[in-house]
């Protein structure tokens, strides 16, 4: 069992930057690729990045393009999320997940929540205009 807690999420102006952290339990958190999803009120939970065992990452181009950076520090079992110029539209909980199946699959894989084992409860970010 892992679980996962994020932590760095509050009020931001719009244009400002905040960096989410993830930590994650247990021993095997370098196998794991691990996820960022966010739900905006009244919308779905869409994903947002991820980055795999072997450090690549993957983007939801359309929404953070530029602007936000996934990374991992397996030595404390944590992945970051670096939010830079910060839209009200970024506005949302922003949530992690760990995938623990321990294959290395193509970029779309990671866009679905179903393919994630594990997930934390969110942190909360609200960007103001």
């Known amino acids: 069992q892992v679980q996962l807690v994020e932590s760095g999420g509050g009020l931001v102006q719009a244009g400002g930057s905040l960096r989410l952290s993830c930590a994650a339990s247990?021993?095997?958190?370098?196998?794991?690729?691990m996820g960022w999803f966010r739900r905006a009120p009244g919308k779905e939970r869409e994903f947002v990045a991820a980055i795999r065992r072997s450090g690549g990452s993957i983007y939801n181009t359309d929404s953070v393009k530029g602007r936000f950076t996934i990374s991992r520090d397996n030595a404390k079992n944590t992945v970051y999320l670096q939010m830079n110029s910060l839209k009200p539209e970024d506005t949302a909980v922003y949530y992690c997940?760990?995938?623990?199946?321990?294959?290395?699959?193509?970029?779309?894989?990671?866009?679905?929540?179903?393919?994630?084992?594990?997930w934390g409860q969110g942190t909360q970010v609200t960007v103001s205009s």
């Open positions: 247990g021993r095997t958190f370098s196998s794991y690729a």
């Open positions: 997940a760990a995938d623990s199946s321990m294959v290395t699959y193509s970029g779309s894989y990671y866009y679905t929540e179903a393919h994630y084992d594990y």
